[in-house]
Nanobody, 123 residues
Framework: VQLVESGGGLVQAGGSLRLSCAAS????????VGWFRQAPGKEREFVIA????????YYADSVKGRFTISRDNAKNTVYLQMNSLKPEDTAVYYC?????????????????WGQGTQVTVSS
C-alpha cells in the first residue's frame, strides 16, 4: 500500500484546510487510517484516526471540535477536515494505515506511511 497526502498549505489562524490521503492497493478499504503530525523539534504525535468502515473515530484532545475525519473507500481516500486552525497546528501531517482491525493512536501500530504534507498556520 502506498499513501500520498495532499492539501497542505499556508492558512491564517481561524481558517480551514482539507487534507487528503490517497492510497493504492485494493485492501486499503479494510485498514484503519490515522493522521499524525510532527512539528520541528518535536516528536510525531497522534491527531485523529478512523476505523476501516468509519464506525469508530478517535481524536487527540487538542483537535476535538475542530478536526474531523472521513473516508471514501470507493475512492481509496481518507480526508482530514481541519477548521478553526491555530498556529500550534503547524506541522507536517502524515497519514498512516493499520492492517489490523483496531484503531490505534500510536505510531508503532501503523504499517504504512505517506511522505507528509506541510501545514502552516500564520497568526
Amino acid at each position: 500500500v502506498q499513501l500520498v497526502e495532499s492539501g497542505g498549505g499556508l492558512v491564517q489562524a481561524g481558517g480551514s484546510l482539507r487534507l487528503s490521503c490517497a492510497a493504492s492497493g485494493r485492501t486499503f478499504s479494510s485498514y484503519a487510517v490515522g493522521w499524525f503530525r510532527q512539528a520541528p523539534g518535536k516528536e510525531r504525535e497522534f491527531v485523529i484516526a478512523i476505523s476501516w468502515n468509519g464506525d469508530r473515530i478517535y481524536y487527540a484532545d487538542s483537535v476535538k471540535g475542530r478536526f474531523t475525519i472521513s473516508r471514501d473507500n470507493a475512492k481509496n481516500t481518507v480526508y482530514l477536515q481541519m477548521n478553526s486552525l491555530k498556529p500550534e497546528d503547524t506541522a507536517v501531517y502524515y497519514c498512516a494505515a493499520d492492517r489490523t482491525l483496531g484503531v490505534a493512536t500510536v505510531t508503532g501500530e501503523y504499517d504504512y506511511w505517506g511522505q507528509g504534507t506541510q501545514v502552516t498556520v500564520s497568526s
